[in-house]
Nanobody
Framework: QVQLVESGGGLVQAGGSLRLSCAAS????????MGWFRQAPGKEREFVAA????????YYADSVKGRFTISRDNAKNAVYLQMNSLKPEDTAVYYC??????????????????WGQGTQVTVSS
């Protein structure tokens, strides 16, 4: 079973940057892809970004394209989310998730089997 631990959240002013980290307990070959999702109060959990472990292909939600960058370190079993030009609407709890299979949509929260506990990101205006 994969255990995921996020870190790096915090309070930042609009226009600032944060880097989230996700440490996975299991060897990367057992997971097909890793994703970042976020959930704001009263809203559904939504897709932010994803990366395939093997070839490093990346995927982004339209709302974060050009501002966020997802990356991975296979040797450390770690995934990162660099967030630049942050906006107040980026405020949410950010979750790291592991997708075990190549099947189903990489942006669908239902395709991910394991989740971290989440880290709060607050962007002040």
């Amino acid at each position: 079973q994969v255990q995921l631990v996020e870190s790096g959240g915090g309070l930042v002013q609009a226009g600032g940057s944060l880097r989230l980290s996700c440490a996975a307990s299991e060897r990367t070959f057992s997971s097909y892809a890793m994703g970042w999702f976020r959930q704001a109060p009263g809203k559904e959990r939504e897709f932010v970004a994803a990366i395939k472990w093997s070839e490093g292909s990346t995927y982004y939600a339209d709302s974060v394209k050009g501002r966020f960058t997802i990356s991975r370190d296979n040797a450390k079993n770690a995934v990162y989310l660099q967030m630049n030009s942050l906006k107040p609407e980026d405020t949410a709890v950010y979750y790291c998730a592991a997708k075990r299979s190549a099947f189903s949509l990489i942006s669908s929260k239902y395709a991910y089997s394991y989740w971290g506990q989440g880290t709060q990101v607050t962007v002040s205006s």
